[in-house]
């Protein structure tokens, strides 16, 4: 472990630029866990019914039901310092680029600048009727939030199963994966497509991936990556410990 921990740290001390993809996993010290495990919310409530856009359309009420319980895990949380420590990587004069799958803002709360959030986020709210935008933080957590102007409900700014990921930052993100020095895979299963395939981009680029996981992906073999094991904000410490 020692040597790929120096391996890594070796690679993001040489590198001005440094491309980070993350997912759930670096948000489970947070206090946010992960959907898809025991206990998740998949397991309540299926996310191709609750997490689909034709769903909120037909039945916004019943999708709020599960956006309710989303809300209150995600309210109030914090980053941790695995997100702190991408933002270090910036003051230490890097260009580091995170594209997220989260849709947490715990990356933009840590103070990182360069966010790209591929799944959208949670907290800000848009009326599907009119177009009209507001952030959930204005609504008290037991209502559901409805537009003013239309009295429906409002939905929250993440891409539903069936909606298109942005365009333009699906392009930033492409672009962010090949121009890199190393690339960073954070917490995330690298199951959900089209963001599973930005580490095949870099890989196609010959950009050397880092992946920091509790356990091995699809990845994690058929990339090369430098696997380390370890929960995210364990793994950062030790390689900004061996960077100073
Ligand atoms: P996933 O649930 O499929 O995979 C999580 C990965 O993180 C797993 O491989 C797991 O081994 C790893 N992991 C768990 N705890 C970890 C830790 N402490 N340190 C390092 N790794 C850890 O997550 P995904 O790949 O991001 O895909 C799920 C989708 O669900 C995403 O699109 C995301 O939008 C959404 N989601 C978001 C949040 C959030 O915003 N915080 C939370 C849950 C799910």
């Not at 952030?135 to 409002?154: A, G, S």
């Not at 299963?189 to 699809?218: D, G, R």
């Amino acid at each position: 472990m020692n040597r790929k921990i120096i391996k890594a740290a070796e690679l993001i001390k040489n590198a001005d630029k440094i491309t980070v993809l993350t997912g759930a996993g670096i948000s489970v010290e947070s206090g946010i866990p992960d959907f898809r495990s025991k206990g998740g919310l998949w397991e309540k409530y299926d996310p191709f019914v609750y997490a689909h856009i034709d769903s909120f359309h037909r039945d916004p009420y019943r999708v709020w039901e599960m956006l309710k319980e989303m809300n209150q895990i995600l309210n109030g949380k914090k980053p941790n310092y695995a997100h702190i420590a991408l933002k270090q990587l910036e003051d230490k004069g890097k260009e580091v680029v995170i594209i997220t799958q989260n849709i947490d803002s715990l990356h933009s709360l840590a103070g990182s600048s360069i966010v790209y959030e591929y799944h959208g986020v949670w907290d800000k709210l848009i009326c599907v009727k009119c177009g009209k935008r507001d952030e959930i933080k204005n609504f008290p957590l037991n209502r559901i939030p409805h537009c003013e102007k239309c009295n429906f409900p409002y939905k929250p700014e993440v891409v539903f199963f069936g909606e298109p990921i942005d365009p333009y930052i699906m392009s930033v993100s492409n672009e962010a994966a090949k121009n890199c020095d190393v690339f960073m895979v954070i917490g995330t299963s690298a199951q959900v497509y089209p963001a599973a395939y930005l580490p095949n981009v870099a890989f196609n680029a010959n950009i050397p991936i880092i992946e920091i996981n509790l356990e091995e992906t699809p990845l994690t073999s058929s990339l090369n990556t430098i696997h380390l094991k370890g929960k995210a904000s364990e793994i950062m410490k030790l390689l900004m410990e061996h960077l100073d």
